[in-house]
T-cell receptor, first 110, second 116 residues
């Protein structure tokens, strides 16, 4: 299973919205609604932000939202805050009962 | 409060073995699939292995298949990862994580360094 493709970095100014993409194929991202997103601050464990493409766990800010179009899933962060500056990963639960992660995206808040 | 506490990390020589443990609390361990995920320092996340609620089915990344074995003891609420024939490229922080389609809770990780 190939890794999912994420941009290495994205940036935005405080208060703006940004979108991080996660591109797969019609056999994985395009075929299943099992995409999740994680936030990881340096030296910390990843934290679940979004599951099943667009569902947000309780306690996660509604500034984080997920969507999918074709073979690309997206994480949108609205009302950017300084604390959002960190690394973000997408993940997919595959048909072979494994998980595959994207390469990660570093978000910089300008 | 859900807690996952990994232990067993350390320095090991190439070709050596190590067993990781993950003690779970704050939820019904026997009702949830569990996983191991690793992260090379400064790099991305790599799923390593997963196990179903009763241990009846186990899954592995190609990179560790045949060398690592995942298991669980529901009576002790503990997840394990037996790692044999360790390679330099297995050096990473190893996290245990709860879930199967997505990982909703993660431990803080334990560092494995494979070096001579």
């Amino acid at each position: 299973q190939s890794a999912l493709t994420q941009p290495a970095s994205v940036s935005g100014s405080p208060g703006q919205s940004i979108t991080i993409s996660c591109t797969g194929t019609s056999s994985d991202v395009g075929g299943y609604n099992y995409v999740s997103w994680y936030q990881q601050h340096p030296g910390k464990a990843p934290k679940l932000l979004i599951y099943d493409v667009s569902y947000r766990p309780s306690g996660v800010s509604n500034r984080f939202s997920g969507s999918k179009s074709g073979n690309t899933a997206s994480l949108t962060i609205s009302g950017l805050q300084a604390e959002d500056e960190t690394e973000y990963y997408c993940s997919l639960y595959t048909s072979s009962s494994s998980l595959v992660f994207g390469g990660g995206t570093k978000l910089t808040v300008l | 409060e859900v807690q996952l506490l990994e232990s067993g990390g350390g320095l090991v020589q190439p070709g050596g073995s190590l067993r990781l443990s993950c003690a779970a609390s704050g939820f019904t361990f026997s009702s949830h699939s569990m996983n191991w995920v690793r992260q090379t320092p400064g790099k991305g996340l790599e799923w390593v292995s997963g196990i179903t609620i009763n241990g009846g089915k186990t899954y592995y990344a190609d990179s560790v298949k045949g060398r690592f074995t995942i298991s669980r003891d529901n009576s002790k609420s503990t997840l394990y990862l037996q790692m044999n024939s360790l390679r330099v490229e297995d050096t990473a922080i190893y996290y245990c994580a709860k879930g199967y389609r997505y990982l909703d809770y993660w431990g803080q990780g334990t560092l494995i360094t494979v070096s001579s």
